[in-house]
């Protein structure tokens, strides 16, 4: 989904380096999510925001960090990288109303970011 | 949040319907039933949504029965570009969203020409 991008693209990087990934989204919406996916398998929530001072951890948040700057910004960092986070990522943004219990989610993926650790 | 069982692949020929079954006997009162369709190395979009019975959008039908601890994805005349792994999520959406959404490793799809 063009709405929401995701850079880079690719990134080959070595053990023990800090490395950012980012996402942008132009949909205005509120909610984001980070995801990595391993080969083979589905996806695994790293974490998710509702709102720029809402983050919260999801399944496997041992080892990265996140920043929301801003409602369409959300980066995703690895603060050492290690062989076994390399994985494809996805960002990706929700539509669900803030505060709407009644409202139902659906979640737009960016293109992901193939991170390799060397 | 329901688990979800899914056919790890199928096989069907270009023109035919294809039926993906996905069992979620755990399903709670508040839980939706969504599918999503994934090309590799892209991120999975979402065909369609439902609570009950019978959905249908213009890419596919989604049928619910009444206990709703099944659903079953419908793709109607597939063609070569349906090839791609699809993935049945159930979540609670009444209070804080599809958060720990779940996609498992979903069902691989392989149209045949």
């Known amino acids: 989904d063009a709405d929401v991008t995701q850079t880079p693209r690719n990134r080959i990087t070595k053990t023990g380096k800090r490395i950012m990934l980012e996402c942008s989204q132009t949909k205005g919406h509120d909610r984001m999510y980070w995801y990595r996916q391993d080969p083979g398998l589905g996806l695994r929530l790293i974490y998710y925001?509702?709102?720029?001072?809402?983050?919260n951890k999801g399944e496997i948040s041992d080892g990265y960090s996140v920043s929301r700057q801003a409602q369409a910004k959300f980066s995703l960092s690895l603060e050492s990288a290690i062989p076994n986070q390399t994985a494809l990522y996805f960002c990706?943004?929700?539509?669900?109303?803030?505060?709407?219990?009644?409202?139902?989610?659906?979640?737009?993926f960016g293109p992901g970011t193939r991170l390799t650790v060397l | 949040l329901a688990k979800t069982t899914q056919p790890v692949s199928m096989d069907s020929y270009e023109g035919q319907e294809v039926n993906i079954t996905c069992s979620h006997n755990?399903?709670?009162?508040?839980?939706?039933i969504t599918w999503y369709q994934q090309f590799p190395s892209q991120g999975p979009r979402f065909i369609i949504q439902g609570y009950k019975t019978k959905v249908t959008n213009e890419v596919a039908s989604l049928f619910i029965p009444a206990d709703r601890k099944s659903s079953t994805l419908s793709l109607p005349r597939v063609s070569l570009s349906d090839t791609a792994v699809y993935y049945c999520?159930?979540?609670?959406?009444?209070?804080?969203?599809?958060?720990?959404?779940?996609f498992g490793t979903g069902t691989r799809l392989t149209i045949i020409p």
């Open positions: 999520l159930v979540g609670d959406t009444s209070n804080f969203g599809n958060e720990k959404l779940t």
């Open positions: 990706a943004t929700s539509d669900r109303l803030a505060g709407d219990a009644s409202s139902t989610d659906t979640q737009y």
């Open positions: 925001s509702f709102d720029v001072k809402d983050i």
């Open positions: 755990n399903i709670a009162t508040n839980d939706y």
